[in-house]
């Protein structure tokens, strides 16, 4: 009864500030006020107020911009959808007021939308004309690849694998050596990362005699329960016989190296 008595401006002095302060902090309070401004237009619209209350309503409630569109939502539906007033405190009428609401909230956004195409479209969204809306032609399903069988294998680029750990050599053993053949196109190096924590890095391979080959950007490793990993496809063309190559691992953004990996090539 408060809450109604606040939605129709009859609070003054504590009792005003009661209200308003359990508006800010209890969030039971706002959802009271909502159920009471709901059950106040009905009551306003099926002729249920007093004459002195009535007049509250047209001269306080809807001297509020917010409770005129809540009010003309509601009067909206009720010219709809007519029906008659169930019972005050049954369930039904419980369910009806509820119903109101949010119909009256449905109707407003199609309101809202209709005054905004009636103020033209935006320039994020022209409108939608007949080419636009006209429905895609069909697309044919593309043939799937296919090898030529004449096609000898040594006519297609082949990979060549390679495990590195960081360091120039492990457990004493010399630089790791890849042997390449004529055809082959990619060298696919397997990077063991020692740090769990990278998320994002860049690999640079070099040789002493060249400087830097080539690079890549934004990688990310690969974890697992043996461990981290980051595949890299190294061009391998302009990969040398006998030369020794070192790629670099690189955090990202910060550019700090990571580590540092070794091999050799050798070719047929």
């Known amino acids: ?21 359990a508006l800010l902090e209890d969030p039971a309070t706002v959802e009271g006020l909502t159920g009471a401004q709901d059950e106040l237009i009905e009551d306003y619209l099926t002729g249920v107020l007093s004459a002195s209350e009535r007049g ?15 009010f003309e939502g509601a009067r909206l ?15 039904a009428a419980t369910g009806a007021r509820w119903g109101l609401a949010v119909a009256a909230a449905i109707v407003l956004v199609a309101l809202a939308a209709g005054l905004l195409w009636r103020g ?9 004309t007949a080419a636009s809306l006209a429905p895609a032609p069909p697309v044919s399903p593309e043939a799937p690849a296919t090898t030529d069988p004449s096609e000898p294998a040594a006519a297609r680029p082949q990979i060549a694998s390679l495990t590195l750990a960081p360091g120039r050599q492990m457990a004493g053993a010399p630089t790791a050596q890849v042997r390449l053949m004529p055809e082959t196109g990619v060298l696919r190096v397997s990077l063991i990362v020692e740090d769990p924590a990278l998320r994002l890095c860049s690999v640079s391979l070099s040789s002493p005699e060249r400087g830097e080959l080539w690079r890549a950007t934004a990688l990310r490793p690969s974890r697992t329960a043996a461990g981290t990993t980051l595949l890299v496809d190294v061009p391998a063309e302009g990969l040398q016989a006998g030369s020794e190559y070192r790629i670099a691992l690189l955090a990202e953004p910060s550019g ?4 540092s990996y070794y091999f050799q090539v050798v070719r047929r």
């Open 1 to 21: 009864m408060q809450l109604r008595r606040y939605l129709l401006g009859e609070l003054e002095g504590e009792a005003l500030d009661w209200v308003e302060l």
């Open 56 to 70: 509250r309503f047209e001269a306080h409630f809807l001297a509020s911009a917010e409770h005129r569109r809540a």
């Open 77 to 91: 539906l009720r010219n709809i959808v007519p029906a008659r007033e169930p019972a005050r405190h049954s369930p």
């Open 120 to 128: 033209g479209p935006s320039r994020e969204s022209p409108p939608a």
């Open 256 to 259: 700090n190296r990571s580590g």
